[in-house]
């Protein structure tokens, strides 16, 4: 569901791309739900709710950002469960929770900016994660890992990539740059979490195009084998 980038009104730019003619709109969000499913979506198996949403869209406008925040809002109404799991492709944050408003016109900010929800958003989100009982999060968009953060009686799983480039890894001593996935054990006294890593670890490969993806020129979607070839747009 990453189709496009955070909102922005913002026409310069610190990269080699223009930030405002990227910003995701409702119709690829659409395209992408009419393959996929939805972007935001919630149910209830063997006493664990699992919720999935793209919080990318929180402060656009779109109606995805309404549908996102009337979802969350009404989870408490629903059934309850005896654990709550959720799953994010956004950063909710870089840090810390109540680190400030990045500005996407600093070059030393615009990661962070692009990486993480904007303040306002992030605050509004982990309240009511909080008030949805979750205690798990998977979050991912950098390719690289970190080390397990509890926050209010959240954990917070900043997970590694299946594949792809890594992202950031030198920033942090601690990063994770292995592929590999989350692997959780649902017990009676709760869920473990472990990091499994891929049996075949590649070496860094090349990319082209802005951080490695291809310009739409360049792409091929003829291999789309089980609905009509997308037309890229």
Not at 128 to 154: N, S
Request: net charge negative.
């Amino acid at each position: 569901m990453d189709v496009g980038n955070k909102h922005t009104s913002v026409s310069g730019t610190i990269r080699d791309w223009n930030d405002v003619e990227l910003n995701m709109t409702s119709e690829r969000l659409d395209l992408f739900a009419s393959w996929f499913g939805p972007i935001h979506w919630t149910f209830l198996y063997r006493d664990v709710r699992f919720t999935g949403f793209f919080a990318g869209v929180a402060g656009s406008g779109l109606k995805q950002e309404e549908r996102l925040w009337r979802m969350l809002e009404n989870i408490p109404n629903l059934p309850p469960a005896k654990h709550h799991v959720a799953v994010m492709h956004y950063w909710p944050f870089m840090e810390q929770p109540d680190e400030p408003e990045w500005d996407i016109k600093k070059p030393d900010e615009y990661d962070n900016w692009y990486f993480a929800l904007d303040r306002p958003h992030r605050l509004r989100l982990m309240k009511l994660l909080k008030a949805a009982g979750v205690e798990i999060l998977f979050c991912g968009h950098v390719h690289t890992g970190r080390p397990l953060q509890e926050i209010d009686g959240l954990r917070l799983y900043c997970s590694p990539p299946a594949g792809n480039t890594q992202q950031l890894a030198e920033r942090w001593p601690d990063a994770d740059t292995r592929f590999g996935f989350h692997k959780c054990d649902v017990t009676k006294s709760g869920i473990d979490v472990n990091f499994v890593a891929g049996s075949e670890q590649c070496d860094e490969f090349g990319t082209f195009g802005p951080w490695g993806h291809p310009a739409v020129e360049e792409r091929d979607y003829s291999i789309a084998e089980e609905q009509p070839p997308l037309t890229p747009s």
